[in-house]
């Protein structure tokens, strides 16, 4: 039971657009968010996240949305370059203290056309 | 720089030979876990510790062991490996931050069992 989900798995924009990558999850219970980036032969790398209680949260080029009605999640990244290309995974939690699980989708390989 | 290493990073074993992958944190984190990925099934949780002797299991913990006699080390134990066991493995150390956590992962770890 795939409880986070990401449909595409893999995405190619032209340098400059914009890059939206998208998450869907069905437990009502996870109140947070996070996206990572991999790049090949590394372990993820933080980028951004967003709590329950928030719609948006920004951090420079990048952007997190949350529609929680919709259990959807979505990274808009603006404008892409070519060091975006990378595997995004979409996670989340229902517990900001401690050990809270992370439970990961399957990931999107964005590649970023020069 | 706050890291967190795993050896060895690359291995090939056979069933049944015990092996342990080591990983170690610099920067003091109560909370390590390691993770598993896989193609098509995203990173799943093998096992969490919340402190030096607190260890739990995660989504898929059969087949494994951990102990955590350090705060700043975390191995993981496979006592008789199996074909099944054939995955990328992620040892990872969170960071408590108010409104949600960010976990830190380390390089990885490939490795084969034949």
């Known amino acids: 039971d795939q409880q986070v989900k990401q449909n595409s798995p893999s995405l190619s924009v032209q340098e400059g657009r914009i890059s939206i990558l998208n998450c869907d999850y069905t437990?009502?219970?996870?109140?947070?968010f996070l996206w990572y980036k991999k790049y090949p032969a590394e372990g993820p790398t933080f980028l951004i996240s967003i709590s329950s209680i928030k719609d948006k949260n920004e951090d420079g080029r990048f952007t997190v949305f949350l529609n929680k009605s919709a259990k959807h999640l979505s990274l808009h990244i603006v404008p892409s370059q070519p060091g975006d290309s990378a595997v995004y995974f979409c996670?989340?939690?229902?517990?900001?203290?401690?050990?809270?699980?992370?439970?990961f989708g399957t990931g999107t390989r964005l590649t970023i056309i020069p | 720089e706050a890291q967190v290493t795993q050896n060895p990073r690359y291995l090939i074993t056979v069933t049944g030979k015990k092996l342990t992958v080591t990983c170690s944190q610099n920067m003091n984190h109560e909370y390590m876990s390691w993770y598993r990925q896989d193609p098509g099934l995203g990173l799943r949780q093998i096992y969490y510790s919340m402190n030096v002797e607190v260890t739990d299991k995660g989504d898929v913990p059969e087949g494994y062991k951990v102990s955590r006699k350090e705060k700043r080390n975390f191995p993981l134990i496979l006592e008789s490996p199996s074909p099944n066991q054939t995955s990328l493995y992620f040892c990872?150390?969170?960071?408590?931050?108010?409104?949600?956590?960010?976990?830190?992962f380390g390089p990885g770890t490939r490795l084969t069992v034949l």
């Open positions: 996670a989340a939690s229902n517990s900001n203290f401690g050990n809270e699980k992370l439970t």
């Open positions: 437990n009502s219970m996870f109140d947070y």
């Open positions: 990872a150390s969170t960071r408590l931050l108010a409104g949600g956590n960010e976990q830190f």
